[in-house]
């Protein structure tokens, strides 16, 4: 028991041991778990960067947000990511400011070619592309800075202007095979029995486009059909092939031991001795020494099938030369670069706008021969600013205008001293201001504009300068126009505050109409008073009520009374204030019954017969009132007709009226009192330059005698004598200041160069006024450059030439013929540099200051002893001064060759050389148009260009110019102040002045057309002569040629009115009316009389009333009769509102005066009726036209060029002519003379001969010797002179008039090449075809068109026929192109078979260019094909039966089987043919039942037994028909018999006549 338990308890406690770590593992596993969960369960989130902050520059700073959040999207600590991955929070940026808009710009490229989208997984062929495919093209955009052109990142730019798109859709072409001509015809063949062969060409019309088909062969070749050659006659030809030349080389160095051997010359005497010169081969040179040496070429003799044979074969004479001299080629060695140059900029900011700086290298030794020539001397690139002091910053520039100078009418009155005393002129204007360019720059570190005024050059502004006129208006005078006097008021105190006595004044007023403009008097006195007894302050003001009886509804009464107190100004007061009158309350009042008689209401008082009361005349007036209805029995009756008007006196005031008279304002002076208010107060207006005073006096005047005694007039209306008043402002004239000086030349000048100078001005900004400083004479200032460097004198210095240098013995030897040393060679010679002190210099300086470089190396002739040597040309014998003289020279024979015959033939060898002498003789010819008439003088006054815009002349005497062309006795062109000082032809002409319309004076003004108020007066003036040659045009004139003119005026309307005296009863018709009630008439009187305070009262003419108002003298009436209801009047219809609507009514009523006796109702009392749109409603709105002044049309002189001085300054050079052009300022308005039709000038420039190089064309390929091979082309260059002008003839000169060549050697020699019989070659080049646009659908595609050429292959030999291939095509742009359509072309069928060819739509035959999906055939086949017998395929494609058989059709239309006609061997078938077949047959039941189709026929021709049977059939119901209708008729009936029986054919008949 105790061994198992001891063995027990280790198991438990292993196993208690085991899942307690076990346990442990799983937790730990478990929290590493979470832990790696956590790393992947939090991430950190980013916001969107800010917007960059800080200075401007670099120096900015971009920021922001970054937080941590779990993956289910809430956020936490920071500490729960990993913080080696958290993203940066801020970084540096960029910060652009406004002021970067002129330093950076989007570089937009241009796009790309348009590239096929790739579909997904598949590509777009070319045979199913039918018009274009859908394409993307791209293009670069970067942003740079504008100086330099780095590279800066597009958030720049995108501040400014939005990044332009970077893709665009296009469409791609399909692709397009080459398109090539048709073949040429073959070539002929050769006479001889030679193997030949012969071929055709033909060229590219269009080259292989968007992947299509390359081009094909160019060339076909075939042998020609020659017979075999005899017997002993030659099968080839033979030629003389000469190689290209080797390289120069030096000779061996065993040869370069002769070099300085005396050789024996031939020519000479015997005792002379000549040195061949070897002195080029020298082992030791300097660097600038040249070097000669030699080189070959090959020379071979070949056979017409391309194979080398024996030289002797191909010999001639003389043999081409295999050696000659040369120069052994030299590159340009130059210096090492010197140090860089300061930096060209002196600001900029900050980073942004680097300078440049440069730096050059000197010439060691100059390029000798084929040699590299020099690369550039100077190289420049951007200087960085880093790491320097920060510069001042770049200034900007700006445009400033001055102040707009004075209005002015016209222009050329100012300009003329005649009108000067028009001071008065008025109406549409125009006025000017100067318009200049200033910097401004940016202060440091504040980046704030500071602006410096001085002027500076206009090219530095950008964007357009203001304009420097406009339009303006001088208002014209105008007269004072005031109202007609007021009713004179209530007799008032002076002064209600101050009441005392009882004196008072009563006063009228007008108010001012039109204020006055201009110079003009001032308005005239707007008050008038006169004295008056016991005055009131206020008065009670009654309204009456209505009218309340006693007892009933009717009888006397009372009307309640309501009075409200109101002061002289009609404002509402305190009753207490009108204590002082009686206040009234109630009035005695009555109220008809229906019985009694009815009144009307009193009119109103008759205006008052005098306007003033005098010891004649006193002022009445009077009112009336009439019988509306009679009265019934018993009731009141009417009063008697004196008790119906009233009279009262009126106007009791005397006719002398006082008023105020003023003087005018003194002019605005300083005061000491206002002078120190200044001090204290800030006045806000514009003028700071304070207040004073201004004065004037004041009188009190009597309308009859003057004036009086103050006290006469009212105190209280006294006008002011003081007031205050802006002071003028002294303006001083403000002038910017001086401009800097104008640059003075930093290249250097040469020594006798004139002296130059620079200059400075200055703009006035503000004209002086008021008394201000006036502004400064000096405007422009100038004066000479100091300091300007002399451009150093270096000259080249050329050493004799040294000893021709032949080629070595050891390779002339080595040919026949070629054993002695003499021949053309080459000499060199030495050339230095020199100074101005003739030390030596740098060969870069002379090169850089002194020209071109002289020659090194020249050509020479050693002669051979068999050649003619000669002395030297001599001088030509001296001219006499005849032009007709010659001059000559000579020379002399030599050596041995005095002893020779062939050296005495002077035509082959002359000794004697005659010329024409030079002669000075010149001849001129016109040259161009001639030139407009110019007004002002000749030549010598235009040259000077000192016209002002004061003396520009319209019209006058002037002159015309023509240019002349000067030429030489060799009618070369010379400079024309040969012929003339001027180089013109000078004409008087005249430009006749323009006449203005003239009128006559102005007749004297009508009466104003109304007595009363306003009115028109009118003038009128007459035509006397029309305008012409541009004069001022007349204005309107009517069928009499006459003009009028109409002002407004204005007559006083009180000086006459109408006097009406009361209306008479109304008068029944009593023989009609026996009640004398109901219509009638009544009638008043009506008289005109004077209202004047003078004539007051008297009655005067009628017609000096305004007969427009005349009062009515009778109207109408009624009396309304005893029973009936009295009504009153109807009152005034209420007003509409301002804007139209039917919705609103408009009304009017009346009162009831009197009820009826009977109960029958009174008619309506009330009235109603729509506002509606110009029947009883109007609107009315002001219509504003433009008012136009006439004036003088206003042009700018004409303007004078400006830059360089040159030989007419006033006009401008264009195309071989001057032109000098003024612009419109002010267009003719109204009467005003219209501007003149030249706005420009022309003449001819003057004729000077022009030099210039002109290049030869190119020469026929030299082969130096040989029949084929290598050559050169050469052209010559030539000094011309010409005029410069389209159509001028060149003639040559000497090369000096020209100056230095303008190219190099290798641009007057190309190599070129001659084949060899059996050689390949190719063709010269075809010429350029036609431009071509790609186009879709007929629409051009592209803006440029393409044209190409080609060369083909030549294959001369069979041989060689295989080893040939290789041609060449160029294609270029072009412009003008056209769209060309590809169809392809038919022959007519023959034999079922045709040409198809494809044809360009401008007719030509091309090979490619139509689409070989759409080609037709050209073989015709049929199908299905025709396998039935007796069949056979016909030429339309179909199959048709054989002579003598018929078609059988399917209901498809194809053929079933041929069936032979029975009887028709020998005849035409009476049956249809193919070519009459039925269409094919679309019915459903013929498809249902279509292989039940009747066949009467077996395929031998025989009828069916069916046939028989149907036919059997048929007799036997025709014979049961007939026996049943005899039963049933019981008739006898005469025998039917059947008509002949007929076949069933179904063949159709064709209409033939056998049928």
Same mark, same amino acid.
């Given at each position: 028991?105790?061994?198992?338990?001891?063995?027990?308890?280790?198991?438990?406690?292993?196993?208690?041991?085991?899942?307690?770590?076990?346990?442990?593992?799983?937790?730990?596993?478990?929290?590493?778990?979470?832990?790696?969960?956590?790393?992947?369960?939090?991430?950190?989130?980013?916001?969107?960067?800010?917007?960059?902050?800080?200075?401007?520059?670099?120096?900015?700073?971009?920021?922001?947000?970054?937080?941590?959040?779990?993956?289910?999207?809430?956020?936490?600590?920071?500490?729960?990511?990993?913080?080696?991955?958290?993203?940066?929070?801020?970084?540096?940026?960029?910060?652009? /400011?406004?002021?970067?808009?002129?330093?950076?710009?989007?570089?937009?490229?241009?796009?790309?070619?348009?590239?096929?989208?790739?579909?997904?997984?598949?590509?777009?062929?070319?045979?199913?592309?039918?018009?274009?495919?859908?394409?993307?093209?791209?293009?670069?955009?970067?942003?740079?800075?504008?100086?330099?052109?780095?590279?800066?990142?597009?958030?720049?730019?995108?501040?400014?202007?939005?990044?332009?798109?970077?893709?665009?859709?296009?469409?791609?072409?399909?692709?397009?095979?080459?398109?090539?001509?048709?073949?040429?015809?073959?070539?002929?063949?050769?006479?001889?029995?030679?193997?030949?062969?012969?071929?055709?060409?033909?060229?590219?019309?269009? $080259?292989?486009?968007?992947?299509? &088909?390359?081009?094909?062969?160019?060339?076909?070749? %075939?042998?020609?059909?020659?017979? &075999?050659?005899?017997?002993?006659?030659?099968?080839?030809?033979?030629?003389?092939?000469?190689?290209?030349?080797?390289?120069?080389?030096? $000779?061996?160095?065993?040869?370069?031991?002769?070099?300085?051997?005396?050789?024996?010359?031939?020519?000479?005497?015997?005792?002379?001795?000549?040195?061949?010169?070897?002195?080029?081969?020298?082992?030791?040179?300097?660097?600038?020494?040249?070097?000669?040496?030699?080189?070959?070429?090959?020379?071979?003799?070949?056979?017409?099938?391309?194979?080398?044979?024996?030289?002797?074969?191909?010999?001639?004479?003389?043999? *081409?030369?295999?050696?000659?001299?040369?120069?052994?080629?030299?590159?340009?060695?130059?210096?090492?670069?010197?140090?860089?140059?300061?930096?060209?900029?002196?600001?900029?900011?900050?980073?942004?706008?680097?300078?440049?700086?440069?730096?050059?290298?000197?010439?060691?030794?100059?390029?000798?021969?084929?040699?590299?020539?020099?690369?550039?001397?100077?190289?420049?690139?951007?200087?960085?600013?880093?790491?320097?002091?920060?510069?001042?910053?770049?200034?900007?520039?700006?445009?400033?205008?001055?102040?707009?100078?004075?209005?002015?009418?016209?222009?050329?009155?100012?300009?003329?001293?005649?009108?000067?005393?028009?001071?008065?002129?008025?109406?549409?204007?125009?006025?000017?201001?100067?318009?200049? /360019?200033?910097?401004?720059?940016?202060?440091?570190?504040?980046?704030?504009?500071?602006?410096?005024?001085?002027?500076?050059?206009?090219?530095?502004?950008?964007?357009?300068? $203001?304009?420097?006129?406009?339009?303006?208006?001088?208002?014209?005078?105008?007269?004072?126009?005031?109202?007609?006097?007021?009713?004179?008021?209530?007799?008032?105190?002076?002064?209600?505050?101050?009441?005392?006595?009882?004196?008072?004044? %009563?006063?009228?007023?007008?108010?001012?109409?039109?204020? *006055?403009?201009?110079?003009?008097?001032?308005?005239?006195?707007?008050?008038?008073?006169? *004295?008056?007894?016991?005055?009131?302050?206020?008065?009670?003001?009654?309204?009456?009520?209505?009218?309340?009886?006693?007892?009933?509804? /009717?009888?006397?009464?009372?009307?309640?009374?309501?009075?409200?107190?109101?002061?002289?100004?009609?404002?509402?007061?305190?009753?207490?204030?009108?204590?002082?009158?009686?206040?009234?309350?109630?009035?005695?009042?009555?109220?008809?019954?229906?019985?009694?008689?009815?009144?009307?209401?009193?009119?109103?008082?008759?205006? =008052?017969?005098?306007?003033?009361?005098?010891?004649?005349?006193?002022?009445?007036?009077?009112?009336?009132?009439?019988?509306?209805?009679?009265?019934?029995?018993?009731?009141?009756?009417?009063?008697?007709?004196?008790?119906?008007?009233?009279?009262? &006196?009126?106007?009791?005031?005397?006719?002398?009226?006082?008023?105020?008279?003023?003087?005018?304002?003194?002019?605005?002076?300083?005061?000491?009192?206002?002078?120190?208010?200044?001090?204290?107060?800030?006045?806000?207006?514009?003028?700071?330059?304070?207040?004073?005073?201004?004065?004037?006096?004041?009188?009190?005047?009597?309308?009859?005698?003057?004036?009086?005694?103050?006290?006469?007039?009212?105190?209280?209306?006294?006008?002011?004598?003081?007031?205050?008043?802006?002071?003028?402002?002294?303006?001083?004239?403000?002038?910017?200041?001086?401009?800097?000086?104008?640059?003075?030349?930093?290249?250097?000048?040469?020594?006798?160069?004139?002296?130059?100078?620079?200059?400075?001005?200055?703009?006035?900004?503000?004209?002086?006024?008021?008394?201000?400083?006036?502004?400064?004479?000096?405007?422009?200032?100038?004066?000479?450059?100091?300091?300007?460097?002399?451009?150093?004198?270096?000259?080249?210095?050329?050493?004799?030439?040294?000893?021709?240098?032949?080629?070595?013995?050891?390779?002339?030897?080595?040919?026949?013929?070629?054993?002695?040393?003499?021949?053309?060679?080459?000499?060199?010679?030495?050339?230095?540099?020199?100074?101005?002190?003739?030390?030596?210099?740098?060969?870069?300086?002379?090169?850089?200051?002194?020209?071109?470089?002289?020659?090194?190396?020249?050509?020479?002739?050693?002669?051979?002893?068999?050649?003619?040597?000669?002395?030297?040309?001599?001088?030509?014998?001296?001219?006499?001064?005849?032009?007709?003289?010659?001059?000559?020279?000579?020379?002399?024979?030599?050596?041995?060759?005095?002893?020779?015959?062939?050296?005495?033939?002077?035509?082959?060898?002359?000794?004697?050389?005659?010329?024409?002498?030079?002669?000075?003789?010149?001849?001129?010819?016109?040259?161009?148009?001639?030139?407009?008439?110019?007004?002002?003088?000749?030549? +010598?006054?235009?040259?000077?260009?000192?016209?002002?815009?004061?003396?520009?002349?319209?019209?006058?005497?002037?002159?015309?110019?023509?240019?002349?062309?000067?030429?030489?006795?060799?009618?070369?062109?010379?400079?024309?102040?040969?012929?003339?000082?001027?180089?013109?032809?000078?004409?008087?002409?005249?430009?006749?002045?323009?006449?203005?319309?003239?009128?006559?004076?102005?007749?004297?003004?009508?009466?104003?057309?109304?007595?009363?108020?306003?009115?028109?007066?009118?003038?009128?003036?007459?035509?006397?002569?029309?305008?012409?040659?541009?004069?001022?045009?007349?204005?309107?004139?009517?069928?009499?040629?006459?003009?009028?003119?109409?002002?407004?005026?204005?007559?006083?309307?009180?000086?006459?009115?109408?006097?009406?005296?009361?209306?008479?009863?109304?008068?029944?018709?009593?023989?009609?009316?026996?009640?004398?009630?109901?219509?009638?008439?009544?009638?008043?009187?009506?008289?005109?009389? +004077?209202?004047?305070?003078?004539?007051?009262?008297?009655?005067?003419?009628?017609?000096?009333?305004?007969?427009?108002?005349?009062?009515?003298?009778?109207?109408?009436?009624?009396?309304?009769?005893?029973?009936?209801?009295?009504? +009153?009047?109807?009152?005034?219809?209420?007003?509409?509102?301002?804007?139209?609507?039917?919705?609103?009514?408009?009304?009017?009523?009346?009162?009831?005066?009197?009820?009826?006796?009977?109960?029958?109702?009174? !008619?309506?009392?009330?009235?109603?009726?729509?506002?509606?749109?110009?029947?009883?409603?109007?609107?009315?709105?002001?219509?504003?036209?433009?008012?136009?002044?006439?004036?003088?049309?206003?042009?700018?002189?004409?303007?004078?060029?400006?830059?360089?001085?040159?030989?007419?300054?006033?006009?401008?050079?264009?195309?071989?002519?001057?032109?000098?052009?003024?612009?419109?300022?002010?267009?003719?308005?109204?009467?005003?003379?219209?501007?003149?039709?030249?706005?420009?000038?022309?003449?001819?420039?003057?004729?000077?001969?022009?030099?210039?190089?002109?290049?030869?064309?190119?020469?026929?390929?030299?082969?130096?010797?040989?029949?084929?091979?290598?050559?050169?082309?050469?052209?010559?260059?030539?000094?011309?002179?010409?005029?410069?002008?389209?159509?001028?003839?060149?003639?040559?000169?000497?090369?000096?008039?020209?100056?230095?060549?303008?190219?190099?050697?290798?641009?007057?020699?190309?190599?070129?090449?001659?084949?060899?019989?059996?050689?390949?070659?190719?063709?010269?080049?075809?010429?350029?075809?036609?431009?071509?646009?790609?186009?879709?659908?007929?629409?051009?595609?592209?803006?440029?068109?393409?044209?190409?050429?080609?060369?083909?292959?030549?294959?001369?030999?069979?041989?060689?026929?295989?080893?040939?291939?290789?041609?060449?095509?160029?294609?270029? !742009?072009?412009?003008?192109?056209?769209?060309?359509?590809?169809?392809?072309?038919?022959?007519?069928?023959?034999?079922?078979?045709?040409?198809?060819?494809?044809?360009?739509?401008?007719?030509?035959?091309?090979?490619?260019?139509?689409?070989?999906?759409?080609?037709?055939?050209?073989?015709?086949?049929?199908? !299905?094909?025709?396998?039935?017998?007796?069949?056979?395929?016909?030429?339309?494609?179909? /199959?048709? =039966?054989?002579?003598?058989?018929?078609?059988?059709?399917?209901?498809?239309?194809?053929?079933?089987?041929?069936?032979?006609?029975?009887?028709?061997?020998?005849?035409?078938?009476?049956?249809?043919?193919?070519?009459?077949?039925?269409?094919?047959?679309?019915?459903?039941?013929?498809?249902?039942?279509?292989?039940?189709?009747?066949?009467?026929?077996?395929?031998?021709?025989?009828?069916?037994?069916?046939?028989?049977?149907?036919? &059997?059939?048929?007799?036997?119901?025709?014979?049961?028909?007939?026996?049943?209708?005899?039963?049933?008729?019981?008739?006898?009936?005469?025998?039917?018999?059947?008509?002949?029986?007929?076949?069933?054919?179904?063949?159709?008949?064709?209409?033939?006549?056998?049928?």
């Amino acid at each position: 028991m105790l061994l198992q338990q001891n063995w027990v308890s280790p198991h438990w406690a292993w196993q208690s041991l085991g899942k307690s770590f076990l346990l442990f593992i799983f937790l730990m596993l478990r929290t590493a778990d979470l832990e790696a969960r956590r790393g992947h369960q939090f991430v950190w989130k980013t916001g969107h960067w800010g917007r960059c902050v800080g200075d401007c520059g670099s120096g900015g700073v971009r920021s922001r947000a970054v937080w941590c959040t779990h993956v289910e999207g809430w956020t936490t600590y920071h500490a729960n990511c990993d913080q080696k991955d958290k993203p940066e929070s801020q970084r540096r940026c960029f910060k652009v /400011c406004d002021w970067h808009l002129e330093l950076f710009e989007w570089e937009v490229t241009g796009w790309e070619r348009c590239g096929l989208v790739p579909f997904a997984g598949s590509e777009v062929g070319a045979g199913s592309c039918v018009t274009a495919q859908h394409g993307l093209q791209r293009r670069s955009i970067r942003c740079l800075q504008k100086l330099n052109r780095t590279v800066v990142t597009n958030e720049i730019c995108e501040y400014f202007t939005p990044q332009p798109p970077a893709e665009q859709a296009c469409l791609v072409p399909c692709p397009r095979d080459c398109v090539v001509s048709e073949f040429s015809s073959w070539s002929e063949c050769g006479t001889g029995c030679a193997k030949s062969l012969q071929h055709r060409t033909r060229a590219v019309i269009a $080259p292989p486009l968007y992947g299509g &088909a390359p081009c094909p062969n160019l060339t076909e070749s %075939r042998a020609c059909g020659t017979p &075999a050659c005899p017997l002993g006659e030659e099968e080839h030809t033979y030629s003389l092939r000469v190689g290209s030349w080797g390289e120069c080389q030096l $000779p061996h160095p065993k040869d370069v031991g002769l070099a300085g051997r005396t050789m024996q010359d031939l020519g000479l005497d015997s005792g002379e001795q000549s040195t061949s010169g070897l002195q080029g081969y020298k082992p030791h040179h300097r660097p600038w020494e040249v070097e000669i040496g030699y080189q070959t070429r090959q020379v071979r003799c070949v056979r017409s099938d391309g194979k080398n044979t024996a030289l002797s074969l191909c010999m001639q004479d003389p043999v *081409p030369l295999t050696f000659k001299s040369c120069v052994i080629a030299k590159d340009c060695e130059t210096t090492e670069w010197s140090a860089w140059s300061t930096c060209s900029r002196t600001c900029g900011w900050g980073e942004l706008a680097p300078g440049f700086r440069s730096r050059r290298r000197g010439v060691r030794s100059v390029a000798v021969g084929a040699g590299k020539p020099c690369p550039e001397l100077e190289e420049r690139e951007a200087c960085s600013m880093g790491g320097k002091e920060l510069l001042q910053p770049c200034p900007r520039f700006a445009w400033r205008t001055s102040e707009w100078k004075a209005c002015q009418v016209s222009l050329l009155y100012q300009e003329d001293p005649r009108y000067q005393k028009h001071v008065d002129l008025c109406g549409g204007g125009i006025q000017t201001r100067e318009v200049y /360019c200033v910097q401004i720059t940016v202060e440091l570190g504040m980046h704030r504009l500071k602006e410096v005024t001085r002027p500076v050059d206009g090219k530095l502004c950008l964007g357009p300068a $203001p304009s420097t006129s406009q339009l303006c208006n001088v208002p014209c005078p105008a007269e004072c126009v005031v109202s007609a006097w007021s009713a004179w008021g209530p007799c008032l105190h002076e002064n209600c505050q101050d009441r005392h006595g009882r004196r008072g004044f %009563r006063m009228r007023q007008r108010q001012v109409i039109v204020d *006055p403009v201009g110079a003009l008097a001032d308005c005239p006195h707007l008050i008038e008073s006169i *004295p008056c007894e016991d005055p009131v302050c206020y008065e009670w003001i009654v309204s009456e009520g209505i009218c309340v009886t006693d007892h009933g509804k /009717c009888g006397p009464g009372n009307r309640i009374l309501k009075a409200v107190c109101k002061n002289k100004k009609g404002e509402e007061v305190s009753h207490h204030l009108c204590s002082e009158l009686p206040r009234p309350e109630v009035v005695a009042c009555e109220i008809p019954c229906a019985t009694d008689c009815v009144l009307s209401e009193w009119s109103p008082w008759s205006p =008052c017969s005098h306007s003033c009361s005098s010891k004649n005349a006193e002022g009445r007036q009077s009112r009336s009132r009439s019988i509306l209805a009679l009265p019934a029995e018993g009731g009141k009756a009417c009063p008697p007709d004196q008790a119906l008007q009233e009279h009262r &006196a009126c106007n009791d005031h005397p006719c002398a009226h006082f008023f105020w008279e003023t003087s005018p304002w003194s002019p605005c002076s300083e005061d000491v009192l206002v002078t120190a208010l200044n001090a204290t107060i800030n006045w806000s207006r514009e003028a700071t330059c304070g207040v004073g005073i201004q004065t004037r006096k004041v009188f009190c005047m009597k309308s009859s005698s003057g004036q009086v005694t103050p006290k006469r007039c009212p105190e209280s209306i006294r006008p002011e004598t003081v007031r205050p008043c802006l002071l003028l402002c002294k303006k001083d004239c403000v002038v910017t200041p001086f401009s800097e000086w104008t640059r003075c030349p930093t290249t250097c000048q040469s020594g006798n160069a004139t002296a130059v100078k620079q200059s400075r001005y200055r703009i006035i900004i503000q004209d002086a006024a008021n008394g201000g400083q006036a502004c400064p004479d000096t405007l422009y200032e100038e004066r000479e450059c100091e300091d300007i460097p002399i451009c150093p004198v270096y000259r080249w210095k050329t050493h004799r030439w040294s000893h021709c240098v032949l080629v070595p013995d050891s390779v002339r030897q080595g040919v026949p013929g070629h054993n002695e040393a003499c021949g053309r060679g080459l000499q060199s010679r030495a050339v230095t540099c020199l100074s101005e002190y003739d030390d030596s210099a740098d060969v870069g300086d002379c090169m850089r200051w002194a020209g071109s470089m002289p020659s090194l190396v020249q050509e020479c002739l050693i002669p051979c002893k068999d050649d003619c040597t000669f002395s030297p040309w001599s001088k030509f014998t001296a001219c006499s001064f005849d032009c007709e003289s010659t001059r000559s020279r000579r020379r002399s024979l030599t050596g041995r060759s005095r002893k020779r015959d062939k050296c005495q033939n002077t035509e082959v060898y002359p000794q004697v050389e005659t010329e024409l002498c030079p002669c000075e003789v010149f001849t001129s010819q016109p040259h161009g148009n001639w030139s407009d008439c110019i007004i002002g003088g000749g030549t +010598s006054e235009l040259q000077l260009g000192t016209q002002s815009h004061r003396d520009a002349k319209e019209c006058g005497d002037g002159v015309r110019l023509r240019a002349i062309a000067c030429y030489d006795k060799t009618g070369r062109l010379v400079e024309p102040s040969r012929c003339s000082s001027s180089g013109y032809i000078e004409e008087s002409c005249t430009v006749p002045c323009p006449f203005d319309c003239k009128l006559s004076d102005w007749s004297s003004w009508s009466p104003c057309s109304s007595s009363c108020g306003p009115g028109v007066k009118v003038r009128y003036r007459w035509l006397k002569e029309k305008p012409y040659n541009g004069g001022r045009p007349c204005p309107k004139l009517d069928l009499k040629n006459q003009v009028y003119e109409a002002v407004p005026c204005y007559s006083e309307c009180n000086q006459y009115s109408w006097v009406v005296e009361p209306w008479s009863p109304c008068k029944i018709n009593s023989e009609q009316n026996s009640l004398h009630c109901g219509e009638g008439i009544q009638t008043r009187k009506i008289r005109c009389v +004077s209202t004047a305070e003078e004539h007051g009262g008297e009655t005067v003419p009628s017609a000096l009333c305004n007969q427009a108002e005349i009062p009515d003298m009778m109207q109408k009436c009624s009396l309304y009769c005893p029973s009936e209801c009295a009504l +009153s009047d109807w009152g005034q219809w209420s007003t509409c509102p301002q804007v139209c609507d039917p919705n609103i009514m408009q009304t009017r009523t009346r009162q009831v005066l009197r009820s009826s006796v009977n109960t029958k109702p009174c !008619p309506e009392d009330s009235q109603m009726k729509p506002c509606i749109l110009n029947q009883n409603c109007f609107q009315y709105q002001y219509n504003l036209t433009g008012t136009r002044d006439p004036d003088e049309s206003q042009k700018s002189p004409f303007l004078s060029s400006s830059g360089s001085p040159s030989p007419c300054p006033v006009f401008s050079p264009r195309l071989g002519q001057m032109v000098r052009g003024r612009s419109v300022v002010l267009r003719a308005a109204g009467e005003g003379r219209p501007c003149p039709e030249q706005l420009t000038q022309h003449r001819s420039c003057p004729v000077k001969p022009c030099y210039s190089w002109l290049l030869g064309p190119w020469s026929p390929c030299r082969l130096q010797g040989g029949q084929c091979g290598d050559g050169l082309q050469v052209r010559n260059l030539t000094c011309v002179v010409h005029d410069a002008s389209d159509s001028a003839t060149s003639k040559p000169v000497e090369n000096a008039l020209c100056g230095e060549l303008p190219s190099k050697e290798s641009v007057l020699q190309l190599p070129c090449s001659v084949p060899c019989p059996g050689d390949c070659h190719l063709t010269e080049w075809s010429e350029w075809s036609s431009c071509e646009l790609t186009c879709i659908n007929g629409r051009s595609f592209e803006t440029m068109g393409r044209q190409s050429r080609s060369r083909a292959f030549i294959v001369q030999s069979p041989e060689n026929q295989e080893s040939c291939s290789g041609q060449a095509m160029e294609t270029r !742009p072009c412009s003008g192109g056209k769209c060309y359509d590809y169809l392809w072309k038919t022959s007519l069928w023959r034999d079922n078979v045709r040409t198809v060819w494809c044809q360009r739509s401008d007719g030509i035959n091309v090979t490619g260019g139509c689409a070989l999906r759409t080609k037709p055939a050209d073989v015709r086949h049929c199908s !299905p094909p025709c396998r039935k017998p007796f069949s056979y395929c016909t030429q339309r494609g179909v /199959c048709g =039966c054989e002579r003598g058989y018929t078609e059988i059709m399917r209901s498809n239309g194809f053929l079933d089987y041929c069936m032979k006609v029975p009887g028709l061997e020998d005849k035409k078938a009476d049956v249809k043919t193919i070519a009459g077949k039925n269409k094919p047959v679309n019915s459903k039941m013929h498809d249902i039942f279509k292989g039940w189709s009747i066949q009467p026929f077996n395929p031998d021709g025989k009828l069916k037994m069916w046939v028989y049977g149907v036919s &059997a059939g048929g007799f036997l119901i025709i014979v049961f028909l007939i026996f049943t209708s005899y039963l049933m008729c019981k008739k006898t009936k005469q025998h039917q018999s059947t008509p002949p029986q007929q076949k069933p054919l179904t063949l159709a008949y064709d209409g033939d006549i056998d049928m």
